[in-house]
């Protein structure tokens, strides 16, 4: 195995959702070793709050050794900038990131590592001029697409992109 990718769904989806699904496909293929971990009981409160317990459950099921890169969509995207902080990791990729979250006291923080984002043009829950700022500042790849926060349109496409950014790494 080449490492790990921790692939973290959204706030109102599940471990098997569709394009944390299109990312465990490209990992399979690429020989990069997965784990997707269930968010549902820590979200079910919808406490903005919970999200440390959410960060806390991704690096529990980060390997303590070896490569790591933190994958999400959404909320998932937004605990995998602050997983990496915690936990040396070789890369994000970002789907529909939030940059700030209501109620919850931090912006988004991530690790100084190779950056890729898909996020949509129309997206209704994150404004698409955060997602520019963020990878602007960072000197990220950004992908904007024609479509809304969930990406329905582009599953196919993010998981390219993604074969791409794992690829990059080597």
Same mark, same amino acid.
């Given at each position: 195995?080449? /490492?790990?990718?921790?692939?973290?769904?959204?706030?109102?989806?599940? #471990?098997?959702?569709?394009?944390?699904?299109?990312?465990?496909?490209?990992?399979?293929?690429?020989?990069? =070793? $997965?784990?997707?971990?269930?968010?549902?009981?820590?979200?079910? #409160?919808?406490?903005?709050? *919970?999200?440390?317990?959410?960060?806390?459950? =991704?690096?529990?099921?980060? &390997? &303590?050794? /070896?490569?790591?890169?933190?994958?999400?969509?959404?909320?998932? =995207?937004?605990?995998?900038?602050?997983?990496?902080?915690?936990?040396?990791?070789?890369?994000?990729?970002?789907?529909?990131?939030?940059?700030?979250?209501? /109620?919850? &006291? $931090?912006?988004?923080?991530?690790?100084?590592?190779?950056? =890729?984002?898909?996020?949509?043009?129309?997206?209704?829950?994150?404004?698409?001029?955060?997602?520019?700022?963020?990878? @602007?500042?960072? /000197?990220?790849?950004?992908?904007?697409? @024609?479509?809304?926060?969930?990406?329905? *349109?582009?599953?196919?496409?993010?998981? *390219?992109?993604?074969? @791409?950014?794992?690829?990059?790494?080597?």
């Amino acid at each position: 195995m080449k /490492g790990t990718v921790i692939l973290s769904h959204g706030l109102e989806s599940g #471990p098997q959702a569709t394009k944390v699904s299109a990312l465990a496909e490209v990992c399979d293929a690429l020989g990069w =070793a $997965h784990v997707r971990p269930d968010y549902r009981d820590i979200d079910a #409160p919808r406490d903005p709050l *919970a999200i440390d317990a959410r960060i806390a459950l =991704a690096l529990e099921h980060a &390997p &303590p050794h /070896g490569r790591v890169v933190f994958a999400g969509s959404s909320m998932g =995207a937004f605990i995998s900038g602050f997983a990496s902080i915690r936990r040396a990791c070789e890369g994000l990729f970002l789907l529909a990131l939030p940059t700030a979250i209501p /109620g919850y &006291p $931090h912006g988004f923080a991530a690790a100084d590592v190779p950056t =890729a984002l898909v996020h949509g043009w129309s997206d209704e829950l994150c404004p698409v001029d955060a997602a520019i700022d963020f990878a @602007r500042e960072r /000197g990220a790849t950004l992908h904007l697409v @024609r479509d809304d926060h969930r990406l329905g *349109a582009h599953v196919a496409y993010c998981a *390219a992109m993604f074969q @791409r950014f794992l690829a990059d790494l080597g």
